[in-house]
């Protein structure tokens, strides 16, 4: 696993799933979180980073939360920051993302399916624990991964924020 920065900026928004947080590193944005309290998604932050300084910066991102604000509202295009992504994770975690990142919007994959697709399917409860350590909602889409019956199962942001995610983008796909 990588070393986690030691500073982070951040700044706090509102969207139609609640609230968002925006985190970037020296590397890029380091996290992109969901919430219902600005308070709470700051501490969440400092749980993934806890020797990390955080420093809030509305003017500095502004311009990146307006990208991802409007990329909530419209999840089937390309999301062009200014800070690349720099999710820190371990290898398998950086792989079953990358992977994930693959599901087009509009469509679901299950964690069997994933597991398959990463080479590994034996680690299906790894894969899960990989998605759950996502630092990058909604980018790289751990809602679009759903039970091996199709149910939808936990996500870290509220199973709730998980329906109303997948429901938009098949609206938005035409599905």
Same mark, same amino acid.
């Given at each position: #696993?990588? /070393?986690? =920065?030691?500073? +982070?900026?951040?700044?706090?928004?509102?969207?139609?799933? $609640? $609230?968002?947080?925006?985190?970037?590193?020296?590397?890029?944005?380091?996290?992109? %979180? %969901?919430?219902?309290?600005?308070?709470?998604?700051?501490?969440?932050?400092?749980?993934?980073? =806890?020797?990390? /300084?955080?420093?809030?910066?509305?003017? $500095?991102?502004?311009?990146? #939360? !307006?990208?991802?604000?409007?990329?909530?509202?419209? &999840? +089937?295009?390309?999301?062009? %920051?200014?800070?690349?992504?720099?999710?820190?994770?371990?290898?398998? !975690?950086?792989?079953?993302?990358?992977?994930?990142?693959?599901? &087009?919007?509009?469509? /679901?994959? /299950?964690?069997?399916?994933?597991?398959?697709?990463?080479?590994? &399917?034996?680690?299906?409860?790894?894969?899960?624990?990989?998605?759950?350590?996502?630092?990058?909602?909604? @980018?790289? =889409?751990?809602?679009? @991964?759903?039970?091996?019956?199709?149910?939808?199962?936990?996500?870290?942001?509220? @199973?709730?924020?998980?329906?109303?995610?997948?429901?938009?983008?098949?609206? +938005?796909?035409?599905?």
């Amino acid at each position: #696993m990588q /070393t986690l =920065p030691d500073h +982070l900026r951040y700044t706090t928004g509102h969207c139609q799933f $609640g $609230g968002f947080l925006l985190a970037v590193c020296a590397a890029g944005t380091a996290a992109i %979180l %969901l919430g219902d309290d600005d308070g709470a998604m700051v501490a969440d932050l400092q749980q993934r980073f =806890p020797k990390a /300084t955080l420093e809030e910066d509305r003017t $500095g991102l502004q311009q990146d #939360m !307006q990208t991802l604000l409007h990329y909530v509202d419209h &999840p +089937l295009g390309k999301l062009n %920051l200014q800070h690349p992504l720099a999710a820190h994770g371990s290898a398998f !975690q950086k792989k079953v993302w990358a992977e994930l990142a693959k599901v &087009p919007a509009g469509q /679901t994959i /299950t964690y069997t399916e994933l597991a398959k697709r990463i080479g590994n &399917p034996a680690a299906v409860r790894a894969v899960a624990g990989a998605c759950a350590a996502n630092p990058l909602a909604m @980018v790289v =889409p751990c809602h679009r @991964v759903l039970r091996s019956d199709g149910g939808i199962s936990g996500y870290r942001w509220g @199973v709730e924020r998980k329906k109303k995610l997948i429901e938009l983008e098949r609206r +938005l796909a035409g599905g």
